[in-house]
């Protein structure tokens, strides 16, 4: 089992900043960032592995940064130039042997 509590989101303006941060209770490998806008699909915008390999959605490719720091067992995600329509909860993610885990999701609110 692998807990995962995220934090770090809340109402930002458009072109503004956020950093998003999941603690997770164990190391795991392959980690990851979702999100779900109101009325849509969840969907897989970034990812990362143990080995700090790393992919996204090109929605957020040049915006968003992934990474993590395995000393800490903790992964972050820098968005910036963010716009209305990034508005969505954003979700940390890990898979481990085919099992999924899931944190709480925060809220991120892109708005003037």
């Known amino acids: 089992q692998v807990r995962l509590v995220e934090s770090g989101g809340g109402l930002v303006q458009p072109g503004g900043s956020l950093r998003l941060s999941c603690a997770a209770s164990?190391?795991?490998?392959?980690m990851g960032w979702y999100r779900q806008a109101p009325g849509k699909q969840r969907e897989l915008i970034a990812a990362i592995t143990g080995g700090g390999n790393t992919n996204y959605d090109n929605s957020v490719k040049g915006r968003f940064t992934i990474s993590r720091d395995n000393s800490k067992n903790m992964v972050y995600l820098q968005m910036n130039s963010l716009k209305p329509e990034d508005t969505a909860v954003y979700y940390c993610?890990?898979?481990?042997?085919?099992?999924?885990?899931w944190g709480q999701g925060t809220q991120v609110t892109v708005s003037s």
């Open positions: 993610a890990a898979e481990e042997y085919g099992a999924e885990y």
């Open positions: 164990r190391n795991i490998n392959a």
